[in-house]
Nanobody
Framework: QVQLVESGGGLVQAGGSLRLSCAASGSIFSVNAMGWYRQAPGKQRELVAAISGRSPNYADSVKGRFTISRDNAKNTVYLQMNSLKPEDTAVYYC???????????????WGQGTQVTVSS
C-alpha cells in the first residue's frame, strides 16, 4: 500500500503565499517523478509543476511565482506558491510515480487533494 498525504492548503488574499507539502509512505521501493496538478470548478485537471531528478518544469501560468522542490530522504514534494492570484483557486493534487516493492509495479499515485482559495 502506498499513500500520498497532502497538507498546506487554505484561504489567502491575492498576492499572498502558501506552501503545499505531500509525503509519500508505504511499500515504496523508489519514487520517480513527483508533481502537482490542480482542478478548478468546471475545468479539467492540469499540470502545475513536476520534478524528476533535478529538472523541474512548470505551467506557463505559474512560472516565476511557484517553486517545486523535493526531499528525497523524506519522499516529500513541496510547492511554494507566491504572488497568488484568484485564478489559482483550485483543488491541488499531489502526484507521484512510485515503484512498489510489494507489488513489483510502477504506478501513478494521487493524493486526496487540498483546497487553495485566493480571494481578490
Amino acid at each position: 500500500q502506498v499513500q500520498l498525504v497532502e497538507s498546506g492548503g487554505g484561504l489567502v488574499q491575492a498576492g499572498g503565499s502558501l506552501r503545499l507539502s505531500c509525503a509519500a509512505s508505504g511499500s515504496i521501493f523508489s519514487v520517480n517523478a513527483m508533481g502537482w496538478y490542480r482542478q478548478a470548478p468546471g475545468k479539467q485537471r492540469e499540470l502545475v509543476a513536476a520534478i524528476s531528478g533535478r529538472s523541474p518544469n512548470y505551467a506557463d501560468s505559474v512560472k516565476g511565482r511557484f517553486t517545486i522542490s523535493r526531499d528525497n530522504a523524506k519522499n516529500t514534494v513541496y510547492l511554494q506558491m507566491n504572488s497568488l492570484k484568484p485564478e489559482d483557486t483550485a483543488v491541488y493534487y499531489c502526484n507521484a510515480v512510485i515503484s512498489n516493492w510489494h507489488s513489483g509495479r510502477t504506478d501513478d499515485y494521487w493524493g486526496q487533494g487540498t483546497q487553495v482559495t485566493v480571494s481578490s
